[in-house]
T-cell receptor, first 113, second 110 residues
Framework: DGGITQSPKYLFRKEGQNVTLSCEQN?????MYWYRQDPGQGLRLIYY???????QKGDIAEGYSVSREKKESFPLTVTSAQKNPTAFYLC????????????FGDGTRLSIL | GQQVMQIPQYQHVQEGEDFTTYCNSS?????IQWYKQRPGGHPVFLIQ?????EVKKQKRLTFQFGEAKKNSSLHITATQTTDVGTYFC??????????FGTGTRLKVLA
């Protein structure tokens, strides 16, 4: 079945450490997204990518970095510059075309040790 | 910038009661999407509304887009425990970017 796979499901980060969250999709979708969700809050956009080798900052990009070397993959790195990284991170993708529904992965829960 | 307000933030209902959540935008919208997120899960797309005054139904769920295309509502008739979760609206901000509302968390008491 097609879908979006995020790994790991749970991740712990030490102070000063960079960590990378994986997002892979086999839906042949062009656009991919990373959102951050804090407890009881909505989704805030971190980065998004419309095509391979191109991505744009969202509303809260500081302390994060991404790459889009392959259509299927959109990894997110949470750098040590992100001082409050504890959150639920969701990856999503949409098919080609405007105003398409977003398909989400199961998410990664990141915590500080 | 564009703002999306969703009310109420929380709603507790007895099973069998109705539930409504509202989404209000500061700007006119080309379309609006609704998602449901179960506790511990990820958002799942429910529906998209495009036309002014549009009303769409999915079993016990009724979605409405305002005449001015600045607001929308989701109404659930006779709630069930399976309706528990957080309901989000999402509005486009550019071609590929979406802004999500703050969500309404629904709890259904059996």
């Amino acid at each position: 079945d097609g879908g979006i796979t995020q790994s790991p499901k749970y991740l712990f980060r030490k102070e000063g450490q960079n960590v990378t969250l994986s997002c892979e999709q086999n839906l042949n979708h062009d656009a991919m997204y990373w959102y951050r969700q804090d407890p009881g809050q909505g989704l805030r956009l971190i980065y998004y990518s419309q095509i391979v080798n191109d991505f744009q900052k969202g509303d809260i990009a500081e302390g994060y970095s991404v790459s889009r070397e392959k259509k299927e993959s959109f990894p997110l790195t949470v750098t040590s510059a992100q001082k409050n990284p504890t959150a639920f991170y969701l990856c999503a993708s949409t098919p080609t075309g405007v105003n398409q529904p977003q398909h989400f992965g199961d998410g990664t829960r990141l915590s500080i040790l | 910038g564009q703002q999306v307000m969703q009310i109420p933030q929380y709603q507790h209902v007895q099973e069998g009661e109705d539930f409504t959540t509202y989404c209000n935008s500061s700007t006119t919208l080309s379309n609006i999407q609704w998602y449901k997120q179960r506790p511990g899960g990820h958002p799942v797309f429910l529906i998209q509304l495009v036309k002014s005054g549009e009303v769409k139904k999915q079993k016990r769920l009724t979605f409405q887009f305002g005449e001015a295309k600045k607001n929308s509502s989701l109404h659930i008739t006779a709630t069930q425990t399976t309706d528990v979760g957080t309901y989000f609206c999402a509005v486009p901000s550019g071609t590929y970017k979406y802004i999500f509302g703050t969500g309404t968390r629904l709890k259904v008491l059996a």
